[in-house]
C-alpha cells in the first residue's frame, strides 16, 4: 500500500523560511514524481513545484526564486524549501506522487493529508 505523508508546516513571519517533508513509503518503483500543492478554502488546488523522474524540475511563476525542490530518493523523500515567505503563501500544501508525469496539474494518483503553512505579515 502506497502511503504519502508530508511534515515541516508551520507558522512564520512574512520573510521567514520553512522546508516540507514528503515520504512516499510502498512505492513499487525505485522512481517517481513527485510535485507540491497548495489550496486554500474556496480556492483550487494550484501546483507549486515539480520533480520528475529525470529530476527535471518545474516551479509555478508565483513561486520561482522563492522555493527550491529536491528529491532523495534513498530516503524516498521529496522536500519543498521555502524562502522569502508572503502570507499569500498561506495554504494547505499538498505532496503527490505517481510514476507519470503530470506536470503542475492535479491529477496525480497518490496524495497525502497535506500540512498547514500560514505566513503573518
Known amino acids: 500500500q502506497i502511503h504519502v505523508e508530508e511534515s515541516g508546516g508551520g507558522s512564520v513571519q512574512a520573510g521567514g523560511s520553512l522546508r516540507l517533508s514528503c515520504v512516499v513509503s510502498g512505492y513499487p518503483y525505485s522512481a517517481y514524481c513527485a510535485a507540491w500543492f497548495r489550496q486554500v478554502p474556496g480556492k483550487e488546488r494550484e501546483g507549486v513545484a515539480l520533480i520528475n523522474v529525470d529530476d527535471e524540475i518545474t516551479y509555478a511563476e508565483s513561486v520561482k526564486g522563492r522555493f527550491t525542490i529536491s528529491k532523495d530518493n534513498a530516503k524516498h523523500t521529496t522536500y519543498l524549501q521555502m524562502h522569502n515567505l508572503k502570507p499569500e503563501d498561506t495554504a494547505v500544501y499538498y505532496c503527490?506522487?505517481?510514476?507519470?508525469?503530470?506536470?503542475?496539474?492535479?491529477?496525480?494518483?497518490?496524495w497525502g493529508q497535506g500540512t498547514q503553512v500560514t505566513v503573518s505579515s
Open positions: 503527490a506522487a505517481d510514476v507519470f508525469d503530470y506536470g503542475l496539474s492535479a491529477l496525480y494518483k497518490f
